[in-house]
């Protein structure tokens, strides 16, 4: 039988609509609404989208967008770290995203490194990635975040099972690794250097695609009845010559194999928006010590 598909933008909205109660909640008790600053630095048109999403779905919530700012491209490092630092003593802000990519000029690491890590809505801090391995409680990065509660939405139980994550970067091959592992699943890390990529995927009961190659894994490459989550966004110029999106994962091969896909687009990027506002909304009840109302 065909793969189940699991649709990320239907689960994403049914637990923005969750957040968005709870929010309500709080309001209804005289508590103000989360604060999200959202920093966006020069013109790139995919930021400026990606901004205005970020945005339009934290209003929803009820989250407080309006210190989110956007700022020339020609603005200094110090300038922006002092915007930075004045986020971080606002009492009124929960979370602070710094929009990637940055300017050339501009050191991402050290700008990333100066967000207050109980502000860091993008889980990227070396303090939250640092909480990550030793199992402390923290904000989880966004994207592995949305993978490990697409995998509960499909109802599977990781305990014992093996996964591969085909990918070793910070921003999502690692840390969604030690989730896994966090949920007692045995990982395989794989990577461009991997040898017979193939043999290690058709063992795997769980697989994460985040190489960021296109369409990767095939269908002759999973074990059948295994859930395959496809984190790559490529893309590419089809032989009709139209430019279309595509994930790591050839779609049409693997869903006649595999027991549950998540499709590029409509899987794991409305995820990765979702545990952003998530971050925003848990930080918020932290700061304010609400224990009155949970989220998922």
């Known amino acids: 039988m065909p793969a189940r598909i699991l ?24 508590h103000r609404a989360p604060g999200l600053a959202v920093l966006w630095v020069g013109d790139n048109p995919a930021s400026e989208l990606y901004v205005r999403n970020k945005d339009r779905a934290g209003r929803n919530v009820g989250i407080d967008t309006s210190l989110s700012r956007h700022l020339s491209g020609q603005v200094s ?8 630092d004045g986020l971080n003593a606002d009492a009124d802000v929960d ?8 300017p050339a000029h501009l050191d991402s690491s050290i700008i990333l490194n100066r967000v207050d890590p109980d502000k860091d809505c993008d889980g990227l801090h070396p303090i939250n990635l640092g909480r990550l391995v030793r199992g402390e409680p923290g904000l989880r990065s966004c994207t592995p975040a949305g ?34 592992q966090e949920k007692n699943a045995t ?4 990577h461009s250097k991997t040898e017979d990529l193939g043999a290690l995927t058709r063992i795997a009961d769980v697989v994460v695609a985040a190489a960021g190659r296109p369409e990767l894994v095939t269908g002759r490459m ?18 009709e010559g139209r430019q279309r999106t595509v994930g790591d994962v050839d779609f049409e091969s693997v869903r006649e194999v595999a027991g ?28 304010l010590g609400l224990k009155d109302f949970e989220t998922w």
Do not use: C, F, W
């Not at 490092?77 to 930075?84: F, W």
């Not at 966004?233 to 032989?239: K, M, V, W």
């Open 7 to 30: 649709d990320g933008k239907l689960i994403a909205e049914r637990l923005q609509a969750e957040l968005a109660t709870g929010v309500r909640a709080a309001r209804g008790h005289g």
């Open 260 to 287: 549950v896909l998540t499709p590029v687009p409509r899987g794991v990027g409305p995820m990765t928006v979702t545990m952003l506002l998530h971050n925003t909304v848990q930080s918020y009840r932290q700061r």
């Open 95 to 102: 979370g602070i995203l710094v929009q990637l990519p940055l």
């Open 147 to 180: 993978v490990m509660v697409l995998l509960d939405e499909a109802g599977i139980d990781l305990t014992g099972k093996t996964a591969i994550v085909i990918g070793r970067s910070t921003l999502v091959g690692k840390p969604v690794a030690l989730m896994l």
């Open 222 to 239: 999973i074990k059948p009845g295994s859930a395959v989550i496809d984190v790559g966004i490529n893309r590419i110029i089809d032989y």
């Open 77 to 84: 490092q110090n300038e922006l770290l002092g915007i930075i």
């Open 187 to 190: 990982v395989i890390m794989a």
